[in-house]
Each structure stands twice: as structure tokens, then as C-alpha cells.
């Protein structure tokens, strides 16, 4: 055990610096540039049972230290990402991996996890009930705690491998959602998916993205994130991934201290493809100067304060 | 695709809104004209993407137009200060797409690609002809530059104060044996509408990360859904859906 490694679920993480889905490609884009098998893990762009176009352009706009997009779960479906996008990830990539799942159903969850599930590469599901991009699905199994609870129950039927649960900010009580998933069966968390938001252009009078609202992520939502990731890691007994801002080793230590196990980068590989391998070298030299031994012993070290 | 910092060697405003940017470092990554760089703009969040107007051995050149808050900052920057950028994105053009004798069609900026081709193009023996399209008279810029490489340059202007009066689809005629356009969208179709021509256009969208991440620049084309960024930003004529 190195000092920056952590544990989720039983299986092991050379670091806790995952990027998040729809951040991070496949991985090759990266792997371009730095030995993407430096991360701890990383978390492929979300998954759907068909292939979705994703929603009409622009689905980006820049935000005061963040961005919004609205880029509607775009990708090939299940069997494609299978029989084509696994087989080149396991070129650049020798770790399990994490594996985004969304749907606009129980069912459909719960048909992309069995398909997954038969999947060496795959070492964790993360079931998305949070994306606010997409109408009829996503967000809305992640708004309820009763319906948190019938996805997480639905896919920990059909999958042996360890079933995290993506939370939505866009509630009142995030930590009845986290308890709802956590009774049905979830092995983690993973807190928060972008917050819903929009701009308007001034010249033209039109939301500035063609799906009018989108999700902001950046730096701007931080402590959201750290906040929510704080209530809900006191308030369960299974891991929390911390993910909403982060950018710095700085941040990571933040993360962990509110009680994230692991934590996901986002926005920022979009800006610095380069982040994660950043975070990870800068990390043991900010652990020396904050007289941190190891990151395991950290995580929650803010709660009762 | 390759990160680094480059220094600013110069900066200088061409016209009221069009000004050039000369960034020293490492260029190996630049390796066909039509591809982009992506600059970091300190107080903004996300990049900036800019095609590439013409490199040599330790800096490259950009032309962009000053239409908002980042551009204007971008302007005000001087020589010696440095620049996070990341290089080499895009696929760029294929030189041998347009035959031996094709036409540059250009709208505003989106010259700036076209002339990196021209000299491409040059070099492979090939005799290009640029029709450089603007909406009056006081926003020409860079005709100079295009016919110092001895190739025939036409100028057109949407109100006649300059060249040939209207869009670049008047200058356009059948002796050509392809096309590369770099424009605005609606100009770009119409070129496709004018000639039944081999071609390649240059798509300009909003993006996210600039290098095929986040899905932010896709478009729907024949081939499929494709990242402007990535698989762009060069398409084949034959492979756009035009939007109804």
C-alpha cells in the first residue's frame, strides 16, 4: 500500500484520481499524451442500451469559472462500447475500469449493467440518475429517493461487480436520496453530477444552448460539491466519491476531508488534459507540506468539527 | 496533439476588427494546414480554438477577430508574454482532395487556414485560386499576402465597395477542378450549392475541450456523428447533412 492508495469497494486504487464520465472520452485521447495508466481509474463516457445522437448544437457555453453543457448522453450504445470502445481502451488502459450507465428506464439500467457486467475490464457499474441533460430518463430517477431506490435495487440484481450510485444536486435532500440508495443495496456513491443552469445570449435574446438549460461544472461549483459530499458521507456507511470542481492536489486533500474515498475530475481535462497526471505527481509533495502520512487516513477528517 | 507554452513575438491589429498573432515554441505537433490550436486565456475557464494561418520551423501564425470579451483581452497582450496552447488538433486538409487546380473560397477570418493550404498546395505543384469573400471594403485584409504567392486572388465584398460586387459564389466558376471553403456556415452551403465540385469544407463550433473529449462539437453527417474538434474540423462535402 503506496501513501496515495485507497480502497473502493474492495478493490484497490493506486490513487483516489479518477476522471469523471463524460470528461474523459475513452481514455485514447489522453493516453496521447501521459500514461493514462497513472490514474487510479478512470470513468467512461455514460452508456446507454442504443446509440443516442446526443442533443442539437451549442451544447457548450463558458460560465465565471466553470462551464454549462447540454451534451444529452451522446454515444454508440452498449454493444458498440463493448465490441469496439473496450477493446481499444484495454490497449491504452490495464486497470478495471469504471463503466457510466444511464437510461430512461428501470429496465434499461438495469439491461446495459447485465451487459457490462460479463465485462472483465469493468470493475464498477456507476449508475448515472443524474443527468440533467436529457428528458423522460436521467435526472429524473435521481430527483426521488423511491425511485434512487428501484434503480439501485434493479441493477444490484442483474450485476456481481460493485454498483456506485451518480447523485444529483438538484434536490432538496440529497442525503434522503444517498440513504434510499444505500438501503437498496448501492456499494457507493458518487456525488454530484453538474447543477442545472443557463445563459442567455444578449444579442439575440435566446438561451445560449439549444437545449436551453445545461449542467455547470467547473470550479464554480466546488463547495457545492465538497458540501453535499460532507452531509452525506456522516449520514451513510458506504463510500463516497467526492467530484465537482476539483483541480488541484489541494482540492483532492479538500475532497477526502469532507469524507470522499476517491474523488473524480471533471471539467477540468477539458481545460488541462493533463490535470489528473498533474494531480497525482503534486500530490505527495502538497501531502508533506500539509504532514498528511497517507491519503486513507484523511478521508472524513473534517467530520465532528 | 502536443501541450506547451509559447511565447507572443507579435500581436498587431490588421483591421478595425482582424489582428495577427505570431506564438513561438515547439510547432512539431502542426503537421497539415486546416488543423487548430486551442489557447488558454487567463480569467476564462474554457480555451480558445483558432486555426492555424501558416507556420515555419519555431512559430506559427494566427489571425482572429476581436468579437468579444476573450478575443479583446487576447489583443491587448504583448510580445514576450506567454501562452498555454495546445497544438496540433484537427485533422486539417487533404492536399490532394481538390485536384490540380482548386479554388480557396474564404469568408471573413476563415481565410486564415486557406492560406497555410495555398502554400501547401504550391509546394505540390498545384495552382490554387483564392476567392476571399468580406462584407465591405474597410475589412479586407490579407489579399497582399495571398497574391505575393503568385496566385491568381480574387476579392469579393457583399455591398460592392471592393472587387467583385456580392457573395463568393459570383466568383466561383467551372475551370477549377475542387474546392476548400473555410466560412461562415450559410456560406458554406451556398458554395456547395453553386458547384457540384470535389470539396472540403472547414466547420467552425463552439467547443468544449477542442481534442475529441466531451462531445461538445458534434455533428450529424452521413458517416455518422462526428467531433468537429476530432474528426473535424475539415469535412468532406459529400459527408455534411445540412440542417433544414
New interface residues.
Partial sequence: MGRLSVSLCGIGLDNPVIPAS????YGY??A??YDINCLGTFSF?GTTLHSR??NP???????????L?A?GL?NPGVDRVISEELPKLAECFHKPVIANVSGFSVEEYAEVCRRFDAQPQVGWLEVNVSCPNVHDGGMSFGTEPKAAAEVTRAVRAVTSKPVIMKLSPNVTDIVAVAKACEDAGADALSLINTLMGMRIDLRTRRPVLANRTGGLS??AVFPVALRMVWQVSQAVRIPVIGLGGIQSAEDVIEMMLAGASAVQVG?A??????TCRDIIRALPGTMDRLQINTLQEIIGGSHGQ | MKQGQFTILENTALTGRVSRLRLGGDVSAIVRPGQFVDLRLEGFFLRRPFSVCDRDDASFLLLYERVGRGTELLSALPPGRTLDVLTGLGNGFDPEHGGDAPLLIAGGTGLSPLYGLAKALLKRGKSPTAILGFNTASEVFFEEDFAALGIETLVCTADGSRGLPGFVTAAMDRRHTGFYACGPEAMLRAVCETSPMPGELSFDQRMGCGFGACMGCTVLTKKGPLRVCRDGPVLDREDVLWAD
Fill in positions: 463524460g470528461t474523459f472520452g485521447e489522453f496521447e499524451l463516457k445522437p446526443g448544437l451549442p451544447r457548450i457555453a463558458e460560465t465565471a469559472s466553470g462551464m453543457n451534451v451522446q467547473g470550479p471539467a481535462n477539458l481545460v488541462n488534459p493533463c
